[in-house]
Nanobody, 122 residues
């Protein structure tokens, strides 16, 4: 069983910064893609950023230049540094682990954390 536990959310003023962390435990697939998604009230969950084990990153256009995703493979942890926050960044942020490969018998394994609230006041 894989557990993803997020931390670091909170209330911040516009222009401020927050750093989210996600610690993974259980059966971790080394070559998984880890990422952050968010869901604002009344909206669908959307991609924020992803990172491969080798460090290749992908960002939503809305956060490029403001957010940075990183990971510590030795400790199975992924981070999201969020700078220049805007009120429209307000959402529940979810950590995600996604793996498809031989280690899982080519069965896609997707796991989610419980989410952490980020609120940006104007």
């Amino acid at each position: 069983q894989v557990q993803l536990v997020e931390s670091g959310g909170g209330l911040v003023q516009a222009g401020g910064s927050l750093r989210l962390s996600c610690a993974a435990s259980g059966i971790i697939f080394n070559n998984n893609v880890m990422g952050w998604y968010r869901q604002a009230p009344g909206k669908q969950r959307e991609l924020v950023a992803t990172i491969t084990r080798g460090g290749t990153t992908n960002y939503a256009d809305s956060v490029k230049g403001r957010f940075a995703i990183s990971r510590d493979n030795a400790n199975n942890t992924v981070y999201l540094q969020m700078n220049s926050l805007k009120p429209e960044d307000t959402a529940v942020y979810y950590c995600n682990s996604d793996y498809l490969g031989p280690a899982s018998g080519w069965s896609r394994k997707v796991y989610w954390g419980q989410g952490t609230q980020v609120t940006v006041s104007s």
